[in-house]
C-alpha cells in the first residue's frame, strides 16, 4: 500500500491530487479478495479503464489499471484493481453514505472529510482529469481502453463473493451523455439511453404517415377526383377494408412472433410496405388505383403496430413504462409538427410531394429502432410453416379461452372496440371535416392540425406521468372525459372558434389514449402470452376501425344526399359520443392489476436484469 500511495502521490505526476483526492471519497475496491457489502454499494456503474504508464519511473513501469469515473456524480464508483494492493478497505466509522469512504487509499485525507472541502476537491480532481484526458499529461502516455461487457450465453451467473473489480468493464452511456442520458438510461433494463430514445423515434416516424398520408391528404386527395359525398365514403370504405383484412390477419401474425422470436423482424416487413405503399399513391392520378395503393399502405401501419407495441417490455423497465410510452407519443406528435411544417413550406398541400415526402420521412426516421433494439434470443424459437397457420386460428380460440381466465381483459378489449371508433375515425375525417363542414382552406386545415397536435405533444409528457401516478385505467377514464368534451364542443356550433377549442380537448386527449391503455393492457397480459394478447389488443382496435368510420362515412354520405348539409357532419360528430360513452361503460368494471403482478417475471425473461445487490445501470449490453 505505501509503494502504491507513493507513486500517485509522486511531485512528477499531475495525477497525484487527482487520483488521491477522488479515491479519498469515491467508492473504491482495492483488492480482488474484497467480498464485504461495501464493494458493492456503489458499484453502480462501470467505467471506461484508463492505463497510466510513467516512463521515467521504473517503479510503476509494471502498469496498474484504473476503472475511473467521467462524471462527477457522487453516486457513481471508482473501482481500482492495483498489484501493490495488499489488503481490503473497509468502512470507517466515520464514513458517510452508501459510496463516500467505502474505500480508501493512503492518499493523506482523513476518513471523515466529506464536506464542502471534499465536494470542491472532487471537483476540482475531476476537472484536472478531463484536461489529461483531452490533452494528456506531460511524461505520461495515456490509453483509454473501453472493454464491452460479454451478456447472454455463457455469462457466468451473479456470485455475491465476487467483487465489482472482478467484473467486466461497462460503459454506462447514459453517464456519458450527461443529465439527459443518465434520465433516459435509467427507463430502460440495460441502463443503455439510446433503446428508449430510438424507441421512441418510431413514434416519430409512424406519426408522420398518420399525419401526412391518412389526416390529411388521403382524404382531400379522394374529395377532389370523386367529389365530397362519394370521395369521403370511398377512402373510408379503402381504409376499413385494409383495418379488416389486418384484424382477420392479426392473430397468425401475434401467434407467429411468439412461436418464431424477433418481433423487430416482422416490424421491419411491416413498416416497409407502408413506406412502399404510400410512396405508390403520389405515382397515380387514377383514384381507384390510389385507394388500392393506399389500402396496401394502411394495412402494412396497422400490422406494424402489433410488434411495436409488443416491443415496450423489451426497452422499458415495468415502472417506467407509462414514461416510456408517453414519451414516444409525444416525439411522436413532434413528427407530425415537422411533417405538417413541411407542407406548408412546400404548400405541397394533398399532392404528390406530400405522399412522397411522408414516405421518404417514415422510412429514415424508423432505422434507428432498428439498428439499437435488440430482443433477447428466444430459447425455445421455433420455424413457422404454412400448415401452423390453422394452429394459429385453433390458437387465437386458445387465446380466447386463457383471456377469460385473466380478470377484465375481455371486458377492457370490448371497450376498446368501443372508444377507439371514435379516436381511429376522427384521425381519418378531421382535414376534410375542416374544409367541407368549417369551411377552411387546405392550407389552413393543415395549420388548424399543426395546433392541435402542439397541444397534443404538450400533453402526452402528462399523461405518462399520470399513468405512473395513479394507473393506467384511471388515467385512461380521466382522457376518455377529455374526449367527450372536446366532441361536445365540435359537434354543436360548426365555427372556426368551436372547432379549435373542441379540437384542443380532443388534441389533449389523443396521446393520452395511447400512452395509457396499452400500459393497461400490459399490466393486464401474462408475459409469456404478451404476443397473443397484444394480437387481441390489435384485434378490437382493427374492428374498431373499421365499424366506425364506415358508420361515419354511411351517415355524412346519405344526409349529404338528403341534402342536410352541414348538419350531416354534425350527426356525424354526434355518433362518436354515443360510441365512446359505450366503451366508458365496459372500462369502469375491469380491474385494474396492481404494476408488478407480472411485471417481474416479464423483466426477467425479456429483458435479463441484474440481480437486486448491483444498481440498474450494470445491467448487460443486449446481445447483438
Given at each position: 500500500?505505501?509503494?502504491?500511495?507513493?507513486?500517485?502521490?509522486?511531485p512528477?505526476?499531475?495525477?497525484?491530487?487527482?487520483?488521491?483526492?477522488?479515491l479519498?471519497v469515491g467508492?473504491?475496491?482495492?483488492?480482488?479478495?474484497?467480498?464485504?457489502?461495501?464493494?458493492?454499494?456503489?458499484?453502480?456503474?462501470?467505467?471506461?479503464?484508463?492505463?497510466?504508464?510513467?516512463?521515467?519511473?521504473?517503479?510503476?513501469?509494471?502498469?496498474?489499471?484504473?476503472?475511473?469515473?467521467?462524471?462527477?456524480?457522487?453516486?457513481?464508483?471508482?473501482?481500482?484493481?492495483?498489484?501493490?494492493?495488499?489488503?481490503?478497505?473497509t468502512?470507517?466509522?466515520?464514513?458517510?453514505?452508501?459510496?463516500?469512504?467505502?474505500?480508501?487509499?493512503?492518499?493523506?485525507?482523513?476518513?471523515?472529510?466529506?464536506?464542502?472541502?471534499?465536494?470542491a476537491?472532487?471537483?476540482?480532481?475531476?476537472?484536472?482529469?478531463?484536461?489529461?484526458?483531452?490533452?494528456?499529461?506531460?511524461?505520461?502516455?495515456?490509453?483509454?481502453?473501453?472493454?464491452?461487457?460479454?451478456?447472454?450465453?455463457?455469462?457466468?451467473?451473479?456470485?455475491?463473493?465476487?467483487?465489482?473489480?472482478?467484473?467486466?468493464?461497462?460503459?454506462?452511456?447514459?453517464?456519458?451523455?450527461?443529465?439527459?442520458?443518465?434520465?433516459?438510461?435509467?427507463?430502460?433494463?440495460?441502463?443503455?439511453?439510446?433503446?428508449?430514445?430510438?424507441?421512441?423515434?418510431?413514434?416519430?416516424?409512424?406519426?408522420?404517415?398518420?399525419?401526412?398520408?391518412?389526416?390529411?391528404?388521403?382524404g382531400?386527395?379522394?374529395?377532389?377526383?370523386?367529389?365530397?359525398?362519394?370521395?369521403q365514403?370511398?377512402?373510408?370504405?379503402?381504409?376499413?377494408?385494409?383495418?379488416?383484412?389486418?384484424?382477420?390477419?392479426?392473430?397468425?401474425?401475434?401467434?407467429?412472433s411468439?412461436?418464431?422470436?424477433?418481433?423487430?423482424?416482422?416490424?421491419?416487413?411491416?413498416?416497409?410496405?407502408?413506406?412502399?405503399?404510400?410512396?405508390?399513391?403520389?405515382?397515380?392520378?387514377?383514384?381507384?388505383?390510389?385507394?388500392?395503393?393506399?389500402?396496401?399502405?394502411?394495412?402494412?401501419?396497422?400490422?406494424?403496430?402489433?410488434?411495436?407495441?409488443?416491443?415496450?417490455?423489451?426497452?422499458?423497465?415495468?415502472?417506467?413504462?407509462?414514461?416510456?410510452?408517453?414519451?414516444?407519443?409525444?416525439?411522436?406528435?413532434?413528427?407530425?409538427?415537422?411533417?405538417?411544417?413541411?407542407?406548408?413550406?412546400?404548400?405541397?398541400?394533398?399532392?404528390?410531394?406530400?405522399f412522397?415526402?411522408?414516405?421518404?420521412?417514415?422510412?429514415?426516421?424508423?432505422v434507428?429502432?432498428?439498428?439499437?433494439?435488440?430482443?433477447?434470443?428466444?430459447?425455445?424459437?421455433?420455424?413457422?410453416?404454412?400448415?401452423?397457420?390453422?394452429?394459429?386460428?385453433?390458437?387465437?380460440?386458445?387465446?380466447?379461452?386463457?383471456?377469460?381466465?385473466?380478470?377484465?381483459?375481455?371486458?377492457?378489449?370490448?371497450?376498446?372496440?368501443?372508444?377507439?371508433?371514435?379516436?381511429?375515425?376522427?384521425?381519418?375525417?378531421?382535414s376534410?371535416?375542416?374544409?367541407?363542414?368549417?369551411?377552411?382552406?387546405?392550407?389552413?386545415?393543415?395549420?388548424?392540425l399543426?395546433?392541435?397536435?402542439?397541444?397534443?405533444?404538450?400533453?402526452?409528457?402528462?399523461?405518462?406521468?399520470?399513468?405512473?401516478?395513479?394507473?393506467?385505467?384511471?388515467?385512461?377514464?380521466?382522457?376518455?372525459?377529455?374526449?367527450?368534451?372536446?366532441?361536445?364542443?365540435?359537434?354543436?356550433?360548426?365555427?372556426?372558434?368551436?372547432?379549435?377549442?373542441?379540437?384542443a380537448?380532443?388534441?389533449?386527449?389523443?396521446?393520452?389514449?395511447?400512452?395509457?391503455?396499452?400500459?393497461?393492457?400490459?399490466r393486464?397480459?401474462?408475459?409469456?402470452?404478451?404476443?397473443?394478447?397484444?394480437?387481441?389488443?390489435?384485434?378490437?382496435?382493427?374492428?374498431?376501425?373499421?365499424?366506425?368510420?364506415?358508420?361515419?362515412?354511411?351517415?355524412?354520405?346519405?344526409?349529404?344526399?338528403?341534402?342536410?348539409?352541414?348538419?350531416?357532419?354534425?350527426?356525424?360528430?354526434?355518433?362518436?359520443?354515443?360510441?365512446?360513452?359505450?366503451?366508458?361503460?365496459?372500462?369502469?368494471?375491469?380491474?385494474?392489476?396492481?404494476?408488478?403482478?407480472?411485471?417481474a417475471?416479464?423483466?426477467?425473461?425479456?429483458?435479463?436484469?441484474?440481480?437486486?445487490?448491483?444498481?440498474?445501470?450494470?445491467?448487460?449490453?443486449e446481445?447483438?
Amino acid at each position: 500500500m505505501r509503494s502504491a500511495s507513493r507513486s500517485l502521490r509522486s511531485p512528477r505526476s499531475p495525477m497525484s491530487i487527482c487520483l488521491a483526492t477522488r479515491l479519498g471519497v469515491g467508492a473504491a475496491t482495492t483488492s480482488r479478495g474484497a467480498r464485504s457489502p461495501s464493494d458493492f454499494s456503489g458499484s453502480g456503474v462501470s467505467v471506461p479503464s484508463i492505463r497510466i504508464v510513467d516512463p521515467s519511473d521504473a517503479s510503476t513501469s509494471a502498469s496498474h489499471s484504473v476503472s475511473w469515473p467521467l462524471t462527477t456524480s457522487p453516486s457513481r464508483s471508482v473501482s481500482v484493481a492495483s498489484p501493490f494492493a495488499t489488503r481490503a478497505s473497509t468502512r470507517g466509522p466515520f464514513h458517510s453514505g452508501s459510496t463516500m469512504g467505502s474505500g480508501t487509499l493512503d492518499a493523506r485525507l482523513p476518513p471523515n472529510s466529506c464536506g464542502r472541502q471534499v465536494f470542491a476537491a472532487v471537483r476540482a480532481s475531476v476537472a484536472s482529469m478531463r484536461r489529461i484526458l483531452r490533452r494528456g499529461p506531460r511524461g505520461f502516455g495515456v490509453t483509454v481502453s473501453l472493454r464491452r461487457r460479454l451478456s447472454g450465453v455463457g455469462r457466468p451467473a451473479y456470485d455475491p463473493t465476487v467483487t465489482a473489480t472482478d467484473l467486466p468493464v461497462q460503459v454506462d452511456r447514459g453517464a456519458i451523455g450527461g443529465r439527459i442520458g443518465r434520465a433516459l438510461g435509467s427507463l430502460t433494463p440495460t441502463g443503455r439511453a439510446s433503446i428508449p430514445l430510438s424507441w421512441a423515434f418510431y413514434d416519430f416516424a409512424n406519426t408522420i404517415y398518420s399525419y401526412a398520408v391518412v389526416s390529411y391528404a388521403i382524404g382531400l386527395w379522394a374529395v377532389d377526383r370523386l367529389g365530397p359525398s362519394d370521395g369521403q365514403f370511398w377512402v373510408l370504405f379503402a381504409g376499413a377494408a385494409s383495418v379488416l383484412l389486418n384484424a382477420v390477419v392479426s392473430p397468425v401474425l401475434g401467434a407467429m412472433s411468439d412461436r418464431t422470436g424477433g418481433r423487430t423482424r416482422y416490424l421491419l416487413f411491416f413498416t416497409a410496405t407502408t413506406v412502399v405503399g404510400s410512396a405508390l399513391i403520389g405515382l397515380t392520378d387514377i383514384a381507384a388505383l390510389g385507394l388500392v395503393f393506399f389500402a396496401i399502405a394502411n394495412f402494412g401501419y396497422q400490422a406494424a403496430l402489433i410488434y411495436y407495441d409488443a416491443t415496450l417490455p423489451v426497452v422499458a423497465r415495468p415502472e417506467a413504462r407509462g414514461r416510456v410510452s408517453g414519451m414516444g407519443v409525444a416525439i411522436g406528435y413532434l413528427g407530425t409538427i415537422v411533417i405538417a411544417l413541411l407542407i406548408l413550406v412546400l404548400d405541397s398541400k394533398a399532392s404528390s410531394m406530400t405522399f412522397f415526402l411522408a414516405a421518404g420521412l417514415f422510412a429514415l426516421f424508423s432505422v434507428p429502432l432498428f439498428l439499437v433494439v435488440r430482443e433477447p434470443p428466444k430459447a425455445d424459437a421455433q420455424p413457422f410453416r404454412l400448415r401452423d397457420v390453422a394452429g394459429s386460428w385453433q390458437q387465437l380460440r386458445r387465446t380466447l379461452d386463457d383471456a377469460r381466465k385473466v380478470p377484465g381483459l375481455l371486458r377492457f378489449l370490448v371497450g376498446r372496440f368501443f372508444y377507439t371508433d371514435p379516436v381511429n375515425t376522427v384521425i381519418v375525417v378531421m382535414s376534410v371535416f375542416a374544409v367541407q363542414a368549417i369551411g377552411v382552406s387546405q392550407s389552413q386545415a393543415n395549420i388548424v392540425l399543426l395546433i392541435l397536435t402542439v397541444v397534443a405533444v404538450a400533453a402526452s409528457f402528462g399523461w405518462g406521468q399520470l399513468v405512473e401516478r395513479i394507473g393506467p385505467k384511471r388515467t385512461l377514464l380521466i382522457v376518455l372525459g377529455t374526449w367527450c368534451v372536446g366532441l361536445v364542443i365540435a359537434g354543436s356550433v360548426l365555427s372556426l372558434p368551436t372547432f379549435l377549442l373542441g379540437g384542443a380537448f380532443l388534441g389533449a386527449g389523443l396521446g393520452g389514449v395511447w400512452t395509457s391503455d396499452r400500459v393497461f393492457m400490459l399490466r393486464l397480459s401474462p408475459p409469456d402470452q404478451v404476443g397473443e394478447f397484444f394480437g387481441l389488443y390489435g384485434i378490437a382496435g382493427k374492428f374498431s376501425a373499421v365499424t366506425g368510420p364506415l358508420l361515419y362515412g354511411s351517415i355524412v354520405s346519405t344526409l349529404l344526399n338528403a341534402g342536410w348539409g352541414s348538419g350531416a357532419y354534425q350527426v356525424g360528430i354526434f355518433s362518436f359520443l354515443i360510441l365512446l360513452l359505450i366503451g366508458v361503460f365496459f372500462l369502469r368494471g375491469v380491474p385494474e392489476p396492481p404494476a408488478d403482478q407480472w411485471s417481474a417475471q416479464a423483466e426477467a425473461e425479456l429483458a435479463g436484469p441484474p440481480p437486486e445487490r448491483l444498481a440498474p445501470m450494470s445491467a448487460p449490453i443486449e446481445p447483438r
